[in-house]
């Protein structure tokens, strides 16, 4: 198996720095030549690609999924088949099952959370590092749950990447979440009036003049087109975090009767 044959034009920054370690330590050869680029950079980075590309996003996916899965100590079997599932759908059959081989090695070793955090905020726009923190909060509610300790985690992994507290929230309540120590289940199609504000960034005694400016701040923010760099795959992705959005946004106005 190498990474090689799929990596090309795919992934740049993340092949140095930690998590060029990382990845490199758990899986050796498997990077076969590409992490050959590292000796023309003193530092790791690669100096050619500094944007982000989908192999970096996949590589930053891969590394922190395992910072979560590892937090509360067990490794449940539906947090690996929501990573599967994703990562198919993101890069196809074959190119997931290389980054699944590797999750498996990241999950081996010890994760430097705040390094492989400040080196993703260096590279990778805002709207990208929301998208990532989205998945993030998928794997910890991957089994219905999110444990306490794998809340912290993502609530740590969120302050390193540059997330504000407002967006950590937003996120959580997306899943169904009311608060950082909550170990809430996810909700049903319904949001709920609380979790819909929480997901608008915004408190239920607010006008409603204000109620509609906090929809279209998040609409832009939250739109598919921020992270339309990474491909279309990742960008239907996007849509998931959008269309709470827009959900949230129509229960409020429903409940105020507002048009």
Not at 28 to 45: C, H, K, V
Not at 88 to 101: I, P, S
Request: net charge positive; glycine share 10%.
């Amino acid at each position: 198996m190498s990474f090689g044959k799929w990596i090309g034009g795919s992934i740049g920054w993340s092949l140095g720095g930690p998590i060029g370690a990382v990845a490199g330590f758990a899986l050796g050869a498997l990077f076969d030549n590409s992490l050959n680029q590292q000796a023309e950079d003193p530092q790791g980075y690669s100096q050619s690609q500094q944007t982000t590309q989908p192999g970096d996003f996949g590589m930053s996916m891969v590394i922190l999924s395992a910072a979560v899965m590892k937090a509360d100590n067990r490794i449940m079997k539906s947090e690996l088949e929501f990573v599967k599932s994703y990562l198919v759908r993101q890069f196809g059959q074959e190119q997931a099952k290389e980054l699944v081989t590797a999750l498996k090695e990241v999950l081996k070793t010890d994760v430097p959370v705040r390094q492989v955090c400040l080196q993703i905020r260096s590279h990778m726009s805002h709207p990208m590092r929301l998208q990532l923190m989205h998945y993030l909060f998928g794997v910890g509610y991957a089994d219905g749950n999110v444990h306490r300790v794998e809340l912290n985690t993502l609530n740590t992994i969120a302050r390193y990447l540059g997330i504000s507290q407002k967006d950590f929230f937003s996120i959580n309540a997306m899943f169904g979440g009311q608060g950082s120590q909550s170990g809430a289940r996810p909700g049903s199609s319904s949001l709920g009036l609380s979790s819909a504000y929480k997901i608008l960034e915004i408190e239920s005694n607010v006008s409603d003049d204000e109620v509609k400016k906090a929809y279209r701040k998040m609409a832009k923010k939250y739109h598919p087109d921020k992270v339309a760099s990474l491909g279309p795959n990742f960008q239907n992705a996007a849509k998931e975090k959008f269309q709470k959005v827009q959900q949230a946004y129509e229960e409020v106005k429903k409940a105020r009767g507002m048009n």
